[in-house]
C-alpha cells in the first residue's frame, strides 16, 4: 500500500509540475541552461558523498522531507536514509550516470537518466542498471533533493 501511495504522490507531482509552462518557469535561454547545469553538478555532488561518505554533504543536499525510494521497493525518510549510510549497513561504491535529461519549472527541477550502481547491503553486493526520476527545489539558495525513485532494468 506505501508503494502504491508513493508512486502515486510522485506521479502527481510530476504530472503537476508539467502543467507549468518550461518557458515561463524560466526553462528557455541561458539562465535556464545554468540553471539545469547547476542541477546537474548538485547530482553529482551527490553521487560523490554516498560514495566517499560524505553523510556533511549529503544532510546539505537532502530536503528534510525526502523520499527515497530504492530498487526493491524499500522507501526511506531523510533520517532512515542516512542512518543506514552512517551505520554501514548501505554503502555505495559506484554510481555512474548516463542519458541525463533536465526539466525545469520554476523552482521545481525534474531529473532523469540511468544510473550504473555497485552498492552493498547487508554484506550483499548489487550491480543493477537503473532508471531514475530526481526531483529537486530551489530552496534557501541551493537546489535540495526531496524524490528519488529508481526502477531496475532487467539485466542483459
Known sequence: MKKLLLSAVL?????????VSPLAAGGAGE?????????IATEQQRV???VHG?????DRIF?????????????DTKTSFLRKL?????KYLSL???????RLYGDTAILTGLTKVVSVL?????????NFLTVYLWRDGAWRLVAWHATRLPDP
Open 11 to 19: 506521479v502527481c507531482a510530476v504530472l503537476l509540475a508539467s502543467c
Open 86 to 90: 552512517t551505520s554501514g549497513q548501505l
Open 54 to 58: 560524505d553523510y556533511a554533504a549529503l
Open 31 to 39: 539562465g535556464a541552461a545554468a540553471r539545469q547545469r547547476a542541477v
Open 48 to 50: 560523490d558523498a554516498l
Open 96 to 102: 555512474d550516470h548516463s542519458a541525463e535529461q533536465v
Open 63 to 75: 530536503a528534510d522531507e525526502l523520499t527515497y525510494s530504492h530498487t526493491s521497493g524499500v522507501v
Open 122 to 130: 547487508d554484506g550483499q553486493e548489487s550491480r543493477p542498471t537503473v
